[in-house]
Structure formats: C-alpha cells, structure tokens
C-alpha cells in the first residue's frame, strides 16, 4: 500500500525537521512552496520531500491544495494533506492502512487545534484530510474542504490523532476578504456563511455578524442543528456586547432548544445569568451544562465548556444561594480540572474559611 503525505507552505522553516519527522511514515513526501522567504525549500529537499516552487497569485487555499495534491504519485492508495505546523502521533500509518483495507475512501481522525496555556488540550474535534488519489477536489478559498465528486465512504481511523501548534505570529488578515469572496462564490452554502460571521464576531464587527448569522439560519441548507446553535450564540454575544442583554438570552434560550445535547449553549446561558446577578439560574444552567458528558465530535465544541468553568460559575453561584458545601465541592472538581488556577484557589482558600467545619 502507497501512501503519500502532500502539503502548501510558506515561510515554514521553524517546523520543518519537526514535521518532516512525524510525516516520515509515509512513501513520500510532496510539498508545494507558495513563496517563502526563508529557507524552507532547501530545508523540505535536504530532508527528503520533494517541493515544488509556485506562487498562487490571488492566493486562495483551495488552489493551492489542489496544485499540491496534482504532485502526489498515481499510484497513491491514500493521499494524506498536512500543515507543517502540524504532526501525528507516532503509528498513524498502521491505523490509516486499516481503515484503507477496511474500504474506505476517506479517513476521519481525532484533530487538536489547539492547547490551552498549561499545555491541556484545547479545542478537539476530527477531520478528515486523507483520502483516495482520484474522486477528491478541494473547494473554498479558505477554510477549505476536501469533497469527494461522486460518492465516497469514510472510515474513522482510531488511535490517530494530528497535533496543530499555530505559529502566534502568523497573520489572519487574509481569512476575512477570503471568507467574504467564499461566500460571494457560493451565496447558498450555508458553512461559510456560518464561518463568516463568526469571522465578524471575533473582529468585533457585531452588526455585520448579527446579519450575516441571521442569513446562515435562513438558508434553506443550514440544517445541521450543533451550528445553527452555534450561529445562535455568536449572535447572542454580539448582543451582549452592543449591550443588548435581554435579546442576548432570547438567543441563547433559542440555541439551547436548537441543540438540547450540546454543554455549549447551556453554558453560555449560565454564564448569562451568573453576570446578572441570578443565583438560581446560573445554579440550574450549569448543572444541566454538567450532566451532558459526551463531548462532541464536531469543531462545535469548545474547551471552556469542557474545563474548569461550569464548576467555577456552579461555586459562585451556589455560594450567594448559601450552599457553601456545596460551593466548595464544585472549586473541588474545577481545581482538579485546572490544578494551576490560581483564581480558583484563592476561592477555595475563601470558601474553606468561611464555610462551618464539618
């Protein structure tokens, strides 16, 4: 079985013998270099990988990847797209053959793009970036995906999981004017849509993201209830942040009805009511946020919602409730979740001097 690892960089040097690595598995190694500045190429070739120089003038992403996908050999059994700041845990390519030799098309596996500060995991979902040589196109100019042509069956490959470490210097600028021309290719698909008010929202553009969030759940294909929850909170915050609080929670009440199952919304609706001063609010939103223990597979998911904070908004609240054992037992379970949360153990020491001794 021929599998092959192919990639677009630019300006990648500080990753490259670290990637190069993890990716070392594979048959081999293709790499298109868009125009670095830097000594990527070289480094790419004195390691193996075969590059190739082309700049993609407008850039968008979706034709980069595909110009790198046209280097892999024909003979690929499976295709496998990277980012140097990317690497795999050792072993993915037992698992990949496996699920290749189970049928598939494609391949699903687990993905962290991100870490916290005290190196827990961040925001954890799975994607699926590995598939057959012939069938698969990739689309958008940015958040682009890999779509099968006609009809294609995809195998979760267990035990794998693809580790992103984002270079925090790397500029964003280009993602919104993407974003926008995305949409204005494809006016009716409803992903992008999503992506570009929540592209609004994060710039602070709040009226912008209201609209364009609002046109996401009209569209007639926006039927994936985790993001129409999600549009549904991001509007929720715009809301809040122009001071419309009371809509605010007309959204997020909404949102919890979209999408009953995810701890998200039911978070975000505690956290509501714990800035508002409602006790007995906050108390029942998130324990309902904390009897949902299964995380989503989906990059719906967020990491507050699986850490320390639905503890930290239960203890406050039960403490102006005046459930101080109770209160002390969820800072309990938050520390345990943050043990370097220094806040959290500042209120445990509070608690625990103003709570009766049992």
Not at 157 to 184: C, F, N, Q, W
Not at 206 to 223: F, G
Not at 298 to 310: D, R
Not at 330 to 354: C, F, G, H, Q
Request: aromatic share 10%.
């Amino acid at each position: 079985m021929k599998i092959y690892v192919y990639a677009i960089a630019r300006n990648e040097s500080k990753f490259v013998e670290r990637w190069m690595q993890s990716m070392s598995e594979a048959d081999g190694i293709y790499v298109l270099d868009t125009g670095s500045e830097d000594d990527t190429a070289a480094k790419l070739r004195a390691l193996g990988a075969t590059v190739k120089s082309a700049e993609i003038e407008p850039f968008r992403f979706d034709e980069a990847r595909n110009a790198s996908l046209e280097m892999v050999p024909e003979n690929a059994d499976l295709c496998v797209c990277t980012d140097l700041d990317e690497q795999f845990t050792a072993g993915w390519r037992a698992a990949f053959e496996k699920a290749k030799r189970s049928g598939a098309d494609a391949v699903r596996y687990r993905y962290v793009w991100d870490y916290l500060p005290d190196g827990r995991e961040g925001h954890v979902f799975w994607i699926c970036k590995a598939h057959a040589r012939k069938g698969f196109v990739w689309k958008h100019p940015v958040h682009e995906v890999i779509v099968p042509e006609g009809q294609a069956r995809y195998v979760m490959a267990e035990g794998v999981t693809l580790m992103h470490h984002p270079d925090p210097t790397k500029s964003r600028a280009s993602y919104l004017p993407l974003l926008e021309l995305s949409v204005r290719e494809d006016p009716s698909d409803d992903r992008n849509v999503h992506y570009l008010g929540r592209e609004y929202m994060f710039r602070g553009m709040y009226e912008q993201a209201i609209r364009t969030l609002e046109r996401h759940l009209s569209l007639p294909s926006a039927q994936w209830r985790d993001e129409r929850a999600a549009s549904m909170r991001y509007i929720a915050s715009c809301k809040a942040s122009l001071g419309r609080r009371d809509e605010a929670e007309e959204w997020l009440l909404r949102a919890i009805a979209e999408a009953p199952w995810l701890r998200e919304p039911w978070l975000d609706e505690a956290r509501h009511c714990l800035d508002r001063g409602e006790w007995y609010g906050a108390v029942h939103y998130a324990k309902r946020a904390l009897a949902i223990e299964r995380r989503s597979l989906s990059y719906i998911n967020t990491p507050e919602a699986w850490g320390s904070l639905p503890y930290d908004i239960l203890s406050v609240a039960l403490w102006y409730i005046g459930d101080k054992d109770g209160s002390r037992k969820a800072l309990d379970a938050a520390i345990e979740l943050a043990p370097t949360d220094e806040r959290l153990r500042k209120n445990l020491e509070y608690v625990s001097r103003n709570s009766p001794q049992e």
